[in-house]
Each structure stands twice: as structure tokens, then as C-alpha cells.
T-cell receptor, first 115, second 114 residues
Framework: GAGVSQSPSNKVTEKGKDVELRCDPI?????LYWYRQSLGQGLEFLIY????????KSGLPSDRFSAERTGGSVSTLTIQRTQQEDSAVYLC?????????????FGPGTRLTVL | GQQVMQIPQYQHVQEGEDFTTYCNSS?????IQWYKQRPGGHPVFLIQ?????EVKKQKRLTFQFGEAKKNSSLHITATQTTDVGTYFC??????????????FGKGTHLIIQP
């Protein structure tokens, strides 16, 4: 079946502009995660959604970052007033259940470049 | 907060040599997961270990979970060029109930020389 999809695959923006990144999880997966990966670095947890419940925003680096998930499926990560340090690959992952033992399936990521 | 550390950061090996990466957590983990990321790609799940002292094998890959569930290792026997990539270990964020994100180590970059 289809995996996790993300769009756009690449985004170049100017400092100060807002950007929206989209994630379509695997159908039937209830949990959705956003991570950020800077060049050559590990993955930084940003936010987690479980179904329609209020998200765990504990990983968001600043109040310029927000995310929503509509209808328990598609999610959008929004970065307002982008800064150069926001440049990174933003990865979305989904998992079937709610257990910490569930495998997370990653999308291909959105490479964000802030000029 | 929870920290997951991996060593080495980079490992150069000749094709056919063995490779090992080590993962250590500052807290006890309910489980540990390993992912592989090919250059330019996204992380792909390899395996999950749950039990203390657990050992799992996938062909040339051997994964171990420490007795105290705070460390883990991945060993590749007789590396091949297809093994090139970054290997990440990851443990669940936090210790409470319910699912959270994963805390990833910084990864070990495996470079193979033919």
C-alpha cells in the first residue's frame, strides 16, 4: 500500500516568510509525528498527534512553529516568520497504534531552505 | 531530559570488514528501535528490541539490547556496499503512558571503501 507522503519535497523561502508543510500518513494509522533533521544530524522530535486528541507540542522549538491535524488524517506543519536556522529536512512519520512499541514509518521529508 | 548517545559518529571500513555501532541511553528504555537512513533518503525501520538481554538477527545484522535496557548495539558482519548509510537507534520519549515521539541518537555514519 501507499506509504507516508509529504509535500512539497523541497521548499526554498525567504527569511521572514511563512511556510506550510503537509503530511499524509498511511491510511489507518492513528499516530502521526513530526521530526526535524538538520544536515548530518540526528532527528529532533517536534510534535505528536494521536487521532483527534490535542497534540503533544513539547518538542516545538519556538512559538513560530505550529501544527494541526484535520480529521485525524492529514497534518500540516506551519512555520511563521522563518529564520535561517529553520533550514532542515522535516520528516513526518505515522504508526498504527498508540503503543511506544509501534513501528514508525517515515515519509520522504520536505527539505526546507531559508535564504 | 532523556538522552540517547551513539558511538562512533563515523566509521570507515573496508568492504568485507565487520562494523559495530553502540547506543546508550541516560534512562531505562521500554524498547529500542533501530533505523537505517541511506544517503539522501529517509529513515527506514530495521528492528525493535523489547526484552532485557534480547538478541535478534537479520541476515548479517545482529542487534542486542542490554540487560539493564539502557544500551544496545548493532553489528554487521562482512559489510557490503549496500550497507552504506546512517544507522540510528531510538527510544521512546518520556516514561509515561501513551505514545510519544522517539528520541533518536545522532547516528553512526557507515562509509565503506571497496
Amino acid at each position: 500500500g501507499a506509504g507516508v507522503s509529504q509535500s512539497p519535497s523541497n521548499k526554498v523561502t525567504e527569511k521572514g516568510k511563512d511556510v506550510e508543510l503537509r503530511c499524509d500518513p498511511i491510511s489507518g494509522h492513528t499516530a502521526l509525528y513530526w521530526y526535524r533533521q538538520s544536515l548530518g544530524q540526528g532527528l529532533e522530535f517536534l510534535i505528536y498527534f494521536q487521532g483527534n486528541s490535542a497534540p503533544d507540542k513539547s518538542g516545538l522549538p519556538s512559538d513560530r512553529f505550529s501544527a494541526e491535524r484535520t480529521g485525524g488524517s492529514v497534518s500540516t506543519l506551519t512555520i511563521q516568520r522563518t529564520q535561517q536556522e529553520d533550514s532542515a529536512v522535516y520528516l513526518c512519520a505515522s504508526s498504527y497504534g498508540t503503543s511506544k512499541t509501534d513501528t514508525q514509518y517515515f515519509g520522504p521529508g520536505t527539505r526546507l531552505t531559508v535564504l | 531530559g532523556q538522552q540517547v548517545m551513539q558511538i562512533p559518529q563515523y566509521q570507515h571500513v573496508q568492504e568485507g570488514e565487520d562494523f559495530t555501532t553502540y547506543c546508550n541511553s541516560s534512562t531505562t528504555l521500554s524498547n529500542i528501535q533501530w533505523y537505517k537512513q541511506r544517503p539522501g533518503g529517509h529513515p527506514v525501520f530495521l528492528i525493535q528490541l523489547v526484552k532485557s538481554g534480547e538478541v535478534k538477527k537479520q541476515k548479517r545484522l545482529t542487534f542486542q539490547f542490554g540487560e539493564a535496557k539502557k544500551n544496545s548495539s548493532l553489528h554487521i558482519t562482512a559489510t557490503q556496499t549496500t550497507d552504506v548509510g546512517t544507522y540510528f537507534c531510538a527510544g521512546p520519549e518520556g516514561s509515561g503512558g501513551g505514545a510519544d515521539g522517539l528520541t533518536f541518537g545522532k547516528g553512526t555514519h557507515l562509509i565503506i571503501q571497496p
